[in-house]
């Protein structure tokens, strides 16, 4: 589906079958001279399909086009090299670039999941099925490092890039003065809440988040055009919901806790979930990937505010109050 949402400016629906996103919203910036794609889709044919479809609607010449890629996600990252051409730059992110090029990523992920109590029966599945394993694009990369201030004129639009680390280390998006337009890529979202996960993550990534929250509300926005779902005006207030919604989150945290130590698994089969499943147990297993990364992320978001602490036991991460 195309639908031209501000001039010279289209939103192309792609696909993500049998994933609770359910779509990603790939946006076309058409000028003069060049285009330019942000975020693309997963490597896998249904989203191949649906984008050249949109593309071969809007007339769009490839050769002539290059992408803006907000996060390393396959739903986002995945088909660029599909369509890329030897003409094109991918503006990326540098913090990201280094996880997409890392080969042995998989495996510290599969280390650091295992201490944090995933099970190991159920990781080799997790990971299997895991769609920034089955749909990412593998190969090398040619990339275009963005930073925050760094400019690209598409026509009549100047975009300035704004990093906005939390849902991934190096998330970028990108900032129109001039029409107040903001591509918020998993930043802000509004009808669900990106995940916000603590893989392999030294830095407090949840507090990353809020605090990137915090910068984009002092901006001054009309629209935001997100990665999923629907477009929206009112960003204050989704803001302000989405920092209620981990202030809840944390608490719940807390409140697991009151009944001993356990590890980010265990919190995490604990927590409420909106998923289409009766129990624990009946969760997908990349659900419980998921959900593991989100309670970790909340773990150490409140360990590095003295409410929680962390212990090392048998080489098993374990975490209990403070007080």
Request: include cysteine; aromatic fraction near 12%; glycine fraction near 6%.
């Amino acid at each position: 589906m195309v639908e031209q949402i501000y001039p010279n400016i289209f939103r192309i629906e792609i696909p993500l079958p049998a994933n609770p996103l359910k779509a990603i919203n790939s946006y076309v910036i058409k000028g003069n001279q060049r285009c330019l794609i942000i975020d693309t889709g997963m490597n896998r044919e249904e989203c191949r399909q649906a984008m050249n479809d949109g593309l071969m609607e809007l007339t769009i010449d490839l050769h002539k086009t290059d992408f803006f890629i907000t996060h390393h996600h396959a739903d986002h990252f995945g088909l660029v090299y599909n369509l890329a051409k030897e003409t094109s730059k991918v503006y990326f992110n540098s913090p990201d670039a280094q996880i997409v090029s890392d080969p042995n990523m998989w495996d510290k992920l599969m280390a650091d999941a295992l201490v944090n109590g995933f099970p190991e029966k159920e990781l080799k599945s997790a990971i299997q099925k895991h769609p920034g394993g089955k749909y990412q694009f593998h190969g090398s990369f040619n990339l275009t490092l963005f930073h925050e201030g760094d400019q690209v004129s598409i026509g009549e639009y100047v975009f300035h890039c704004v990093e906005t680390p939390g849902h991934t280390p190096g998330h970028l998006c990108l900032y129109e003065p001039r029409t107040k337009l903001f591509f918020s890529g998993d930043h802000i979202l509004k009808d669900i809440t990106p995940n916000i996960s603590a893989w392999l993550n030294s830095e407090d990534s949840l507090q990353q988040y809020l605090n990137s929250l915090d910068k984009i509300d002092r901006f001054a926005i009309s629209w935001v055009f997100p990665g999923h779902r629907r477009t929206f005006a009112h960003y204050h207030k989704r803001i302000a919901e989405l920092k209620r919604h981990h202030e809840a989150r944390a608490n719940e945290v807390l409140f697991i806790l009151k009944n001993g130590s356990q590890n980010a698994y265990q919190v995490a089969s604990q927590m409420t979930w909106d998923i289409d499943c009766e129990k624990w147990e009946d969760f997908p297993a990349p659900q419980k990937w998921f959900a593991t990364g989100e309670a970790l992320s909340h773990l150490q978001y409140l360990q590095n505010k003295n409410e929680v602490k962390k212990e090392l036991v048998d080489g098993n991460i374990f975490f209990s109050l403070s007080q």
